[in-house]
Every structure is written in structure tokens, then in C-alpha cells.
């Protein structure tokens, strides 16, 4: 779901980088908003890097084997730290295996975490008072689902409009709907493991639940 | 005493002002993003080749990171040549080779070629955590250079913890039959144990980082120092990209 | 109790209990002279580290008072007069390199730069570790990470250093070089350790806790040697205390 250096032409990645400023800029005054800020940075920093290795966990899906993302659950769980870890987990992703890219940083961010926040939105609200296991899984796979979808959308989108080829609308219309259709199990995935954990640290520790 | 943090290489690169590097880096890529002449994707390539050389670093280095290139330059590459453009080169039947395809591949291709190597080979000339510093003393709010940190720090730790799980998991039988949702919920447990276990890290690290007065003064030593020939390779990246990004455009005109 | 003039800690009638209501502390009374090494035994869950993180301000008590060298414990203060060295170095050092992760502390306590690199440079070389001072600390073995955690707390220069089971983990070598360390370290120390050789070793008194609350506090050879004392709370009278009928083979 990251769009790689060398595809986009340079206005898109500068402005890219600049909603994702302007998210970041949002999102560290509401957290400088808070009592006492420090005391959360520890938390968001060691769930992003948690959420970082496990990024690495495969899941084998024959014949071969899937990566998780899991930006839906990341969503939830940093609120508004997310998108400050989404873009550190790029910039490392970048800089430690050349994945990702860093001119595209900033459209990278916004395709994954502009969809983490509404995640988060989207489970916070629906799990409003009713904080049961059914509601928790329910909201939890849509979270981890639809942060999939959204990416996805924004990623064909980007992509196959702002390729340096002219390819016109046809060809274009039908690059984003198979894109589109190929992840649709991903996303089933992602959002049944995002439910999956969800569960599990209602069980175990809600705390972690409750989010940063 | 000197606080720069050196690699293996003492090439003119690795002795730079990370600051310095880290801006000349970001101006030559968006500029190398910005090419799209033939004439001025071969000075790139030279230009990449010749920061390469520079740097000192061996060429199976590279080459390793470039085993794996990106499935969507791939993708891209292989079906551009025959869903975009009008001038036909090659007809194969119910497909065709276009000329304007063809040329669109080869252009991502270059320019992903270069601005990845020139960004590998830039990074690597100091620990990452080094960069992030960098950033930090440019400006990069602490909120997020605190938190870079201590991702970078704890990243290798949390990944051993979930090698560790991993490894006990399929000591009492992760891989063998049982198929299906199953596996899904012992990687979902996987991930799970790690963010609980992340978590009370987090408390623990908090608590280190309060008794040693995290919070108490904001007085962020500078450990950068920059000297004329940190100006002048910043200097020379900017006029390289500058000219690179004039002649795009006058050449285009 | 009256203020004692020459008092490292002071725990006055001091409770605390966690919000899911584990590890409580009941009515801990105890005065650290300064100058001592005070030994802290007692099983899993006896409320050591807990009753530690209180005589540092990181937690708060529901009952009782603290005081640190005659001050007032509030928790909103860095008070760098005391320093806690924690079980996991892991938890302790969260800088990208060895150097950073021990200047970190001097740094935060407002002095001048030079300074700030003379006390590094000598915590480092106290503990032998000042070639690995540009190391990234996830390069770093169990033991070396150990005495760097011990580093950062020494640079502090604190009157007062709290070690939570310091020996775990370690090998025997880094176990002795501990040993060695730890008395000279600052002018008072507190130990909780399963370790009771080192308690014997280290230690001019020691205390024996369990479930939250001082069980008795004395001489360390008399307490531990008391094996009937020892067995009720968990603990077992140390090897050296116990008469050797066989003489050992030399």
C-alpha cells in the first residue's frame, strides 16, 4: 500500500507532505492539549514499535504468505499519536529497507493514516458505552477492515491517476476497480485479526484497549 | 569531545553534518522526482553512480538492497509498455508495444533506481537514530523526535520478544494441522502478547526516563557543529538539483 | 518518629495498594541512616520494588509520609539525590547510545555542559565501560547493559541508590564485578535481592518484608540464619551460614 519513489510527479508528493504536516501540526496540539503529554510518549512509542515487528509476523495464507498492517488496530489504540507513528514507521521502513519511499513519505502517510484516524473514529463511537465482547470484535474487524479499504482506495486512485502515462479512462477505471477488488480479501483478513486482537486485550488487558 | 557518531566508512559523506546531509538528500530526490527528459535521466544515473563511488560503501551493499525492488515499480514496468500510449512498436496480436509506455517504464524506472540508491546510500552513513537527531535539531517537534527515539531504541527488543513468543508457540505445535481461523487467532494472540507486553515496557521506561528528570529541562544540547565543507556539500547538492530541475523545465519548454 | 539530622529515608506508617488492588503496602516504618547498606529479602510480590518506586516519587502513598534526606517526598520534583537501578537494564536505558542514555540524567540536572561530560566519562570508567560509550545499547550483552544502567545512576552522583534485584540475570563474572561495585557506588544503598550471598556480602542490616508489610529488620547474619524465620516467609538460610560437617578437599 505504499507508493513507491519515482511514480508520482513532484506536486503530489509535495502535497502529500504537506496534509501530513498539517494532520501532524493537529494532532500534536490536541496531544500538547492534554495534562501531561510525556507520561503518553513512552506508550505510543513502544505500541508503534510493537506494532512495527509486528508488521513482520507472516501470516500463511497458501500458497504464500501475507503481511499484516494492521493500521486499522493502530488507529485505535494511538489515537491521535497515530499518525506521528505511522510516519516514523515509514521513515524506518525507508531508511532500514529501502521499502516505501521517501519522497512518496508524505502521500504515505496520508493513504495510511488519514484511514487509521477514521478507524479510530469509527470504533470509538461505536463501542460508546457498550464495551461487551461482541460489540468490541464487531467494530474492531469494520476499524481494521475499512482502514484497509480506505488505503486501498486512496492508493489506486493516487496511483493509476498520477502515473506519468497517459492511459485514459477505460483503462484507468478498470486499474482501480481490480486493485480494488484484489485486496477486498485482505481486508476481510486484516479486519478478522484485527478482531481477533481486539478480544483478546479486552480480555487481557483493557488498558491497552483504552488506547493512548 | 566530539559527539558524531561514525559508521564503518570515512569517505567525504560519512563526515558530513547529518543536518547538512539530511537536507542536500531531500532536495536532490524531490529533484531527481521532477526528471522526466531522457537526456537529464542519464546525467541522474551518472550523477547516482558517482555519489556511489563516493561514498565508499562496497557494491554488493547496494545491490542487496536492490535485490528486492518494489512489486509495484515491477507491476508497473512490465504493463505500462502495453496499456498506455499511441505509437506502436511492436504488435503482438491482441496486444501491442507502445512507444510511449515503453518510455513512461523506462522513466519510473530510472528515477526509482536513482533516488533509491542516492537515499541508501546517504542513510547509511550513520546510525538511523543519528538522523532522526538531525531532525530534531532542525526543528522536528519533540513530541515526535521523543517518540522516533524511543521506536528506534525499542524496536530490536520488541523484536526479540516476539521472536521469543514465536519460537514457544511452535515449540507446543503452531505449524502442524489445525487450519483455518486457528491460525489467524495464534498470530492475532502473537500480536496481542506484544502490544500488553509493549505497554507495561512503556510504564517501566516512563518510570526510567522520570528518575533520571525526562520533562525537567527542555535544554536540548546541540551536538551538530558544522563546518565550511558541510556548507559547500550542501551548496553542491542544492546547485545540483537547482540545475537539474532548470534544465527539466527549459528543456520541456 | 523524630527527623533524624542524619537521615537518607524516612517512612512514617507509609500504605499503598495498586487500582486492581495487588501488591499493597501496610504501615511501613523504617529509617535508612546514612551511610548504610540495607538489605531488602523477602518472596515474589512481598512489595519491594513497590515500596521503591514510593521512596522515589514515582508513586504516590494512600497513607504515610516519605522523606529523602529530610525532604518531603511529593513525586512532582526530579530529585536526583536518590537513583534507582532497575531489575531489567532494558527498561532502564532508553537511549539510542550507551554515552546519551548515561548523560541523560546530568544533563536534566541543569549543569554545564563540560560538567555533564566529566560525570559521564566517570561513571563510565567506574564501571568499566567507557569503550563502549558509542555503542547503541541493543548491541550490548545482559551483563555490559547492567553496569551501564548502573552508569547512568552513578552519574547522578546521588546520595542514595536503590537496587532492584541487581544480580539477576547475570553471569558469575559480572555478578563478582557487581559485588565489588555496589558499597563504594554512594554513601547509602538499599539492595532487595533473592541473591542472599550478596545480601551477606553487601549488606550492615538488613530487612525482611512480606505480603506488604516489615516481618523484622536487624543484622543480616542473625535473620538469615534463622532458618525457621527464613522458611515462614518464603526464604531459606543461605549456603555460607549453613556449618559444613565435610570439610571441603583443597
Redesign the interface.
Given at each position: 500500500m505504499h507508493?513507491?519513489?519515482?511514480?508520482?510527479?513532484?506536486p503530489v508528493?509535495?502535497g502529500g507532505y504537506a496534509a501530513c504536516a498539517a494532520a501532524?501540526f493537529f494532532c500534536?496540539h490536541r496531544?500538547?492539549m492534554r495534562p501531561d503529554?510525556?507520561?503518553d510518549?513512552?506508550?505510543?512509542?513502544?505500541?508503534?514499535?510493537?506494532?512495527?515487528?509486528?508488521s513482520?509476523?507472516h501470516?500463511?495464507i497458501p500458497p504464500a504468505s501475507v503481511h499484516?498492517m494492521?493500521s486499522g488496530l493502530l488507529g485505535v489504540?494511538l489515537g491521535f499519536?497515530a499518525i506521528?507513528?505511522i510516519?516514523?514507521?515509514l521513515?524506518?521502513q525507508?531508511?532500514?529497507f529501502?521499502?516505501g519511499?521517501?519522497?512518496t513519505l508524505g502521500i504515505n502517510g496520508v493513504i495510511i493514516g488519514f484511514p487509521a484516524m477514521a478507524a479510530h473514529y469509527m470504533f470509538r463511537l461505536g463501542t460508546l458505552g457498550q464495551q461487551g465482547p461482541k460489540q468490541t470484535a464487531a467494530f474492531a474487524f469494520l476499524a481494521g477492515s475499512l482502514a484497509i479499504m480506505l488505503s486501498v482506495l486512496l492508493f489506486s486512485l493516487l496511483?493509476v491517476t498520477a502515473?506519468?502515462?497517459?492511459?485514459g479512462a477505460a483503462?484507468e477505471k478498470t486499474a482501480i476497480v481490480m486493485i480494488i477488488a484484489a485486496h477486498v480479501p485482505l481486508a476481510l483478513?486484516e479486519g478478522?485479526?484485527t478482531a481477533?486482537?481486539a478480544t483478546?486485550?479486552l480480555r487481557?488487558?483493557p488498558?491497552?484497549l483504552h488506547g493512548v | 569531545m566530539s559527539c558524531r557518531v561514525t559508521q564503518p566508512g570515512s569517505s567525504v559523506l560519512h563526515r558530513m553534518d547529518p543536518r547538512f546531509r539530511l537536507v542536500g538528500l531531500f532536495v536532490l530526490i524531490f529533484a531527481f522526482s521532477f526528471v522526466s527528459d531522457f537526456r537529464l535521466l542519464a546525467a541522474m544515473l551518472a550523477f547516482t553512480l558517482i555519489l556511489f563511488f563516493l561514498s565508499g560503501l562496497p557494491a554488493r551493499f547496494i545491490l542487496q538492497k536492490l535485490k528486492l525492488p518494489s512489486l509495484i515499480i515491477l507491476v508497473l514496468v512490465l504493463v505500462l509498455p502495453f496499456v498506455s500510449g499511441q505509437n506502436i512498436l511492436l504488435d503482438l496480436g491482441f496486444i501491442s508495444l507502445k512507444q510511449e509506455g515503453l518510455y513512461a517504464s523506462g522513466l519510473i524506472a530510472a528515477r526509482f533506481l536513482c533516488i533509491i540508491t542516492t537515499v541508501m546510500i546517504v542513510l547509511h552513513t550513520a546510525p538511523l537514530l543519528t538522523h532522526v537527531q538531525a531532525m530534531r535539531a532542525m526543528g522536528l517537534p519533540w513530541i515526535m523526535a521523543d517518540m522516533a527515539l524511543l521506536v528506534g531504541r525499542y524496536l530490536e527488543v520488541l523484536g526479540s520478544d516476539l521472536k521469543r513468543m514465536h519460537t514457544a508457540m511452535r515449540l507446543r505445535g503452531l505449524n502442524s494441522s489445525r487450519p483455518g481461523l486457528y491460525v489467524l487467532r495464534t498470530r492475532a494472540w502473537l500480536c496481542g502478547s506484544l502490544l500488553v507486553r509493549g505497554l507495561e515496557r512503556a510504564d517501566w521506561v516512563y518510570r526510567a526516563m522520570r528518575l533520571r528528570g525526562y520533562g525537567h529541562s527542555r535544554a536540548a544540547t546541540s551536538q551538530f557543529r558544522a563546518t565550511a565543507l558541510d556548507m559547500a556539500g550542501l551548496a553542491a547538492a542544492l546547485m545540483a538539483a537547482g540545475t537539474v530541475m532548470g534544465l527539466e523545465i527549459w528543456l520541456g519548454l | 518518629m523524630n527527623l533524624q539530622p542524619s537521615s537518607a529515608l524516612e517512612a512514617e506508617k507509609v500504605s499503598f495498594a495498586y487500582p486492581d488492588n495487588g501488591g499493597a503496602l501496610h504501615d511501613i516504618n523504617l529509617t535508612i541512616i546514612r551511610g548504610e547498606k540495607v538489605g531488602i529479602i523477602g518472596p515474589n510480590g512481598a512489595g519491594k520494588t513497590t515500596f521503591f518506586l514510593l521512596a522515589c516519587g514515582i508513586l504516590r502513598p494512600v497513607f504515610g509520609k516519605i522523606r529523602l534526606f529530610q525532604k518531603p517526598v511529593t513525586g512532582r520534583e526530579f530529585n536526583p539525590k536518590a537513583a534507582l537501578v532497575f531489575q531489567r537494564p532494558d527498561d532502564q536505558l532508553f537511549c539510542p547510545t550507551v554515552r546519551e542514555d548515561v548523560a541523560f540524567g546530568p544533563q536534566n540536572m541543569g549543569l554545564e555542559s563540560k560538567e555533564v561530560e566529566k560525570r559521564t566519562w566517570k561513571a563510565l570508567h567506574d564501571v568499566d565501560a567507557a569503550s563502549l560509550a558509542e555503542r547503541p545499547v541493543h548491541h550490548l550483552s545482559e551483563g555490559e547493559k547492567k553496569m551501564v544502567s548502573i552508569a547512568t545512576a552513578l552519574a547522578m552522583q546521588p546520595g542514595l541508590i536503590i537496587y532492584d534485584e541487581p544480580s539477576a540475570a547475570l553471569d558469575i563474572r559480572t555478578r563478582r564485578r557487581l559485588i565489588n561495585l555496589m558499597p563504594g557506588s554512594a554513601e547509602t544503598i538499599m539492595v532487595a535481592s533473592h541473591d542472599l550471598e550478596l545480601v551477606l556480602e553487601v549488606c550492615t542490616r538488613v530487612i525482611l518484608m512480606d505480603q506488604g508489610r516489615i516481618i523484622t529488620q536487624g543484622d543480616p547474619a542473625r535473620i538469615m540464619g534463622d532458618a525457621e524465620l527464613m522458611q515462614a516467609h518464603g526464604q531459606e538460610k543461605p549456603h555460607s551460614l549453613i556449618p559444613h560437617y565435610f570439610q571441603h578437599q583443597h
Amino acid at each position: 500500500m505504499h507508493i513507491p519513489d519515482g511514480i508520482l510527479p513532484l506536486p503530489v508528493t509535495l502535497g502529500g507532505y504537506a496534509a501530513c504536516a498539517a494532520a501532524v501540526f493537529f494532532c500534536l496540539h490536541r496531544i500538547n492539549m492534554r495534562p501531561d503529554p510525556q507520561a503518553d510518549i513512552p506508550k505510543a512509542a513502544l505500541l508503534t514499535a510493537a506494532f512495527f515487528a509486528a508488521s513482520l509476523i507472516h501470516i500463511p495464507i497458501p500458497p504464500a504468505s501475507v503481511h499484516l498492517m494492521l493500521s486499522g488496530l493502530l488507529g485505535v489504540l494511538l489515537g491521535f499519536f497515530a499518525i506521528p507513528a505511522i510516519l516514523i514507521g515509514l521513515f524506518f521502513q525507508a531508511a532500514m529497507f529501502g521499502h516505501g519511499g521517501l519522497t512518496t513519505l508524505g502521500i504515505n502517510g496520508v493513504i495510511i493514516g488519514f484511514p487509521a484516524m477514521a478507524a479510530h473514529y469509527m470504533f470509538r463511537l461505536g463501542t460508546l458505552g457498550q464495551q461487551g465482547p461482541k460489540q468490541t470484535a464487531a467494530f474492531a474487524f469494520l476499524a481494521g477492515s475499512l482502514a484497509i479499504m480506505l488505503s486501498v482506495l486512496l492508493f489506486s486512485l493516487l496511483l493509476v491517476t498520477a502515473v506519468p502515462a497517459d492511459l485514459g479512462a477505460a483503462v484507468e477505471k478498470t486499474a482501480i476497480v481490480m486493485i480494488i477488488a484484489a485486496h477486498v480479501p485482505l481486508a476481510l483478513i486484516e479486519g478478522a485479526i484485527t478482531a481477533m486482537i481486539a478480544t483478546f486485550l479486552l480480555r487481557v488487558s483493557p488498558r491497552v484497549l483504552h488506547g493512548v | 569531545m566530539s559527539c558524531r557518531v561514525t559508521q564503518p566508512g570515512s569517505s567525504v559523506l560519512h563526515r558530513m553534518d547529518p543536518r547538512f546531509r539530511l537536507v542536500g538528500l531531500f532536495v536532490l530526490i524531490f529533484a531527481f522526482s521532477f526528471v522526466s527528459d531522457f537526456r537529464l535521466l542519464a546525467a541522474m544515473l551518472a550523477f547516482t553512480l558517482i555519489l556511489f563511488f563516493l561514498s565508499g560503501l562496497p557494491a554488493r551493499f547496494i545491490l542487496q538492497k536492490l535485490k528486492l525492488p518494489s512489486l509495484i515499480i515491477l507491476v508497473l514496468v512490465l504493463v505500462l509498455p502495453f496499456v498506455s500510449g499511441q505509437n506502436i512498436l511492436l504488435d503482438l496480436g491482441f496486444i501491442s508495444l507502445k512507444q510511449e509506455g515503453l518510455y513512461a517504464s523506462g522513466l519510473i524506472a530510472a528515477r526509482f533506481l536513482c533516488i533509491i540508491t542516492t537515499v541508501m546510500i546517504v542513510l547509511h552513513t550513520a546510525p538511523l537514530l543519528t538522523h532522526v537527531q538531525a531532525m530534531r535539531a532542525m526543528g522536528l517537534p519533540w513530541i515526535m523526535a521523543d517518540m522516533a527515539l524511543l521506536v528506534g531504541r525499542y524496536l530490536e527488543v520488541l523484536g526479540s520478544d516476539l521472536k521469543r513468543m514465536h519460537t514457544a508457540m511452535r515449540l507446543r505445535g503452531l505449524n502442524s494441522s489445525r487450519p483455518g481461523l486457528y491460525v489467524l487467532r495464534t498470530r492475532a494472540w502473537l500480536c496481542g502478547s506484544l502490544l500488553v507486553r509493549g505497554l507495561e515496557r512503556a510504564d517501566w521506561v516512563y518510570r526510567a526516563m522520570r528518575l533520571r528528570g525526562y520533562g525537567h529541562s527542555r535544554a536540548a544540547t546541540s551536538q551538530f557543529r558544522a563546518t565550511a565543507l558541510d556548507m559547500a556539500g550542501l551548496a553542491a547538492a542544492l546547485m545540483a538539483a537547482g540545475t537539474v530541475m532548470g534544465l527539466e523545465i527549459w528543456l520541456g519548454l | 518518629m523524630n527527623l533524624q539530622p542524619s537521615s537518607a529515608l524516612e517512612a512514617e506508617k507509609v500504605s499503598f495498594a495498586y487500582p486492581d488492588n495487588g501488591g499493597a503496602l501496610h504501615d511501613i516504618n523504617l529509617t535508612i541512616i546514612r551511610g548504610e547498606k540495607v538489605g531488602i529479602i523477602g518472596p515474589n510480590g512481598a512489595g519491594k520494588t513497590t515500596f521503591f518506586l514510593l521512596a522515589c516519587g514515582i508513586l504516590r502513598p494512600v497513607f504515610g509520609k516519605i522523606r529523602l534526606f529530610q525532604k518531603p517526598v511529593t513525586g512532582r520534583e526530579f530529585n536526583p539525590k536518590a537513583a534507582l537501578v532497575f531489575q531489567r537494564p532494558d527498561d532502564q536505558l532508553f537511549c539510542p547510545t550507551v554515552r546519551e542514555d548515561v548523560a541523560f540524567g546530568p544533563q536534566n540536572m541543569g549543569l554545564e555542559s563540560k560538567e555533564v561530560e566529566k560525570r559521564t566519562w566517570k561513571a563510565l570508567h567506574d564501571v568499566d565501560a567507557a569503550s563502549l560509550a558509542e555503542r547503541p545499547v541493543h548491541h550490548l550483552s545482559e551483563g555490559e547493559k547492567k553496569m551501564v544502567s548502573i552508569a547512568t545512576a552513578l552519574a547522578m552522583q546521588p546520595g542514595l541508590i536503590i537496587y532492584d534485584e541487581p544480580s539477576a540475570a547475570l553471569d558469575i563474572r559480572t555478578r563478582r564485578r557487581l559485588i565489588n561495585l555496589m558499597p563504594g557506588s554512594a554513601e547509602t544503598i538499599m539492595v532487595a535481592s533473592h541473591d542472599l550471598e550478596l545480601v551477606l556480602e553487601v549488606c550492615t542490616r538488613v530487612i525482611l518484608m512480606d505480603q506488604g508489610r516489615i516481618i523484622t529488620q536487624g543484622d543480616p547474619a542473625r535473620i538469615m540464619g534463622d532458618a525457621e524465620l527464613m522458611q515462614a516467609h518464603g526464604q531459606e538460610k543461605p549456603h555460607s551460614l549453613i556449618p559444613h560437617y565435610f570439610q571441603h578437599q583443597h
